[in-house]
């Protein structure tokens, strides 16, 4: 009598995070630096957009 065993794929790696807090503070600091040039006021409405999700990160 044989036993067939069902082969199960890998289970994926752990995820690890793409940025450090240190990086979305950076990139938040860059952005507020940006804003400040800014003379359009949509691009500055997606800058502060951007700003304010990369603040719900730190």
Partial sequence: MTTMTEERPP???RARA???TA???LLRTAL???ARTVEDRDEL????A???RLGTYT
């Fill in 18 to 20: 793409l940025l450090s």
């Fill in 23 to 25: 990086d979305f503070r």
């Fill in 11 to 13: 289970e994926p790696s």
């Fill in 50 to 52: 951007l700003h304010h």
């Fill in 45 to 48: 409405a997606r800058i502060n």
């Fill in 32 to 34: 507020t630096a940006y």
